[in-house]
């Protein structure tokens, strides 16, 4: 049984939720939170496999919850439930340890399959948003190629670099070599903080 904190703002839909994965034989949503101050009371109290987190939220947004619970040393692994809309945080997210993220719209069965994958020790990276953040356009910085720059969107996704170059269609070498190439220009010491350092300066 998988034990699930499910954390939404809007009443109905996060009700309705509960009632849905609740009827998987696998899946029980045991406690609910209406924001991310009660999210991390409930997570202080108990143990969960799992947190179904919503980003935007009032007195404590999503991005509030991921921080604190990484300041506390909280492992519990979360899947975001977000719109197209809060593209602009969820990387910032996965680099807070969010574990992937799914849109609100949908399919139970996905949904169902998504929090498995979690549970799995697997990253959830749903193609369409995928998609969606890879293709925006970066303002060229630290003389990063263009290159570069989609390699350093795909690292800020948590890709490693065999997924990355089959995305980009190159070698493993050839993208080793350009993550090599962002470390350098970007001046850090490892890809974990190249991507802290392109969230900060808006690259990615």
Not at 13 to 26: C, D, I, K, P, Y
Not at 54 to 66: A, I
Not at 133 to 148: F, M, R, W
Not at 154 to 178: Q, V, W
Request: aromatic content about 4%; some cysteine; overall charge negative.
């Amino acid at each position: 049984m998988i034990n699930c904190l499910l954390v939404e703002d809007q009443t109905l839909l996060r009700l309705g939720l509960a009632n849905l994965l609740n009827l998987e034989q696998s899946i029980n949503v045991s406690s609910q939170a209406s924001d991310g101050i009660d999210a991390l009371q409930k997570l202080s109290e108990a143990d969960f496999d799992i947190v179904l987190l919503d980003m935007r939220m009032p007195n404590l947004d999503g991005l509030g919850v991921l921080e604190a619970m990484q300041q506390r040393g909280d492992k519990t692994p979360v899947l975001i439930i977000t719109t197209f809309e809060d593209c602009d945080v969820l990387v910032k997210a996965i680099n807070l340890g969010a574990k992937g993220y799914v849109l609100k719209n949908i399919e139970l069965e996905e949904f169902i399959s998504a929090i498995n994958t979690v549970i799995s020790g697997q990253l959830v990276l749903q193609d369409a948003l995928t998609h969606y953040l890879l293709n925006q356009q970066s303002p060229p910085s630290y003389h990063l190629t263009a290159k570069e720059l989609s390699v350093l969107r795909c690292m800020s996704l948590g890709m490693a670099n065999k997924a990355i170059a089959l995305y980009l269609d190159n070698s493993e070498g050839t993208i080793r070599n350009h993550v090599s190439q962002i470390i350098a220009k970007l001046a850090v010491h490892d890809r974990t903080q190249a991507v802290i350092k392109a969230i900060q300066n808006q690259l990615v």
